[in-house]
């Protein structure tokens, strides 16, 4: 009975052991990916033409830091490949609903700029007047 209960303990851990060496090494990944990300966002800021990449460069680089997080500070690089598919397919419908949403605000960019364009714009209020004294 002592063996099975040894042998119960094995498989119900907290935590997979993570050496030291392996988590600062992610995180100065993540430190590096983070000084990346406001770099490219300065650099496209600067540089009207880039403007259309910004928020694609930014979420791919979010996407990676993420993945970093889950496999390595949440331990699921050591877990059971069913809680590897359930992760995967849960990050693959966020990914495609926001592929949707995307495509779905791009279709209606144009009727948007128009609509802006008819408008006249709206005179700034008057200032006020200085009140008299009585």
């Given at each position: 009975?002592?063996?099975?209960?040894a042998?119960?303990?094995e498989?119900?851990?907290?935590?997979?052991?993570?050496?030291?060496?392996?988590?600062?090494?992610?995180?100065?990944?993540?430190?590096?990916?983070?000084?990346?990300?406001?770099?490219?966002?300065?650099?496209?800021?600067a540089?009207?033409q880039?403007?259309?990449?910004?928020?694609?460069?930014?979420?791919?680089?979010?996407t990676?830091?993420?993945?970093?997080?889950?496999l390595?500070?949440?331990?699921?690089?050591?877990?059971?490949?069913?809680?590897?598919?359930?992760?995967?397919?849960?990050?693959?419908?966020?990914?495609?609903?926001?592929?949707?949403?995307?495509?779905d605000?791009?279709?209606?960019?144009?009727?948007?700029?128009?609509?802006?364009?008819?408008?006249?714009?709206?005179?700034?209020?008057?200032?006020?007047?200085?009140?008299?004294?009585?």
């Amino acid at each position: 009975m002592s063996s099975t209960a040894a042998h119960h303990d094995e498989e119900h851990g907290l935590a997979h052991a993570m050496p030291v060496r392996a988590l600062l090494t992610v995180f100065t990944i993540l430190v590096v990916l983070t000084v990346l990300t406001v770099s490219i966002s300065n650099f496209i800021r600067a540089h009207e033409q880039f403007h259309a990449w910004g928020v694609p460069i930014a979420m791919f680089i979010a996407t990676i830091k993420a993945i970093l997080v889950v496999l390595y500070f949440m331990h699921l690089r050591y877990d059971k490949s069913l809680n590897n598919l359930i992760f995967f397919f849960c990050f693959a419908f966020v990914f495609l609903f926001m592929i949707f949403t995307l495509v779905d605000s791009l279709q209606y960019q144009t009727d948007i700029e128009n609509y802006a364009a008819v408008q006249p714009e709206t005179p700034a209020p008057a200032a006020a007047a200085p009140a008299k004294a009585p």
